[in-house]
Nanobody, 123 residues
C-alpha cells in the first residue's frame, strides 16, 4: 500500500526555520515523485514544491523560491522540505503526496495524501 506520513510542523516566529519530513512506504522514490502542498484556512490547497528523484528534477512555487528547499533521501524513502525565512503567510497545514512532478505542481497529478502537519508562523 502506498502511504506517506508528514511530520515536523510546529509554531515558529517570523524569520525562523522548520524542516518537514515526508516518510513514504509501499514504494520507492524512483517509482513516484513527492509533492508538498499547503492549505491555509479558507483557501484552496496549493502546490509548494515537488521532487522527482528518478531524474533529479525539483520545482517550487514562486512564493517560496529562495526560501524553501526540497530534498530526498532514497535510502530512508523520505523527502524533506527545509523552510527558511518563514513568514506569517506560510501558516497552513502542509501535506505531502505521491505522484507526478511537473512545474505546475498540480493537485490532480498526486494521490496517496498524508494527514498533514500544521505550520504556524507568528509575527
Amino acid at each position: 500500500e502506498v502511504q506517506v506520513v508528514e511530520s515536523g510542523g510546529g509554531l515558529v516566529q517570523a524569520g525562523g526555520s522548520l524542516r518537514l519530513s515526508c516518510a513514504a512506504s509501499g514504494f520507492t522514490l524512483d517509482d513516484y515523485a513527492i509533492g508538498w502542498f499547503r492549505q491555509a484556512p479558507g483557501k484552496e490547497r496549493e502546490g509548494v514544491s515537488c521532487i522527482s528523484s528518478s531524474d533529479s528534477r525539483t520545482y517550487y512555487a514562486d512564493s517560496v523560491k529562495g526560501r524553501f528547499t526540497i530534498s530526498s533521501d532514497n535510502a530512508k524513502i523520505t523527502v524533506y522540505l527545509e523552510m527558511n525565512s518563514l513568514e506569517p503567510e506560510d501558516t497552513a497545514v502542509y501535506y505531502c503526496a505521491a505522484g507526478s512532478c511537473t512545474w505546475r505542481i498540480q493537485r490532480d497529478e498526486f494521490g496517496s495524501w498524508g494527514q498533514g502537519t500544521q505550520v504556524t508562523v507568528s509575527s
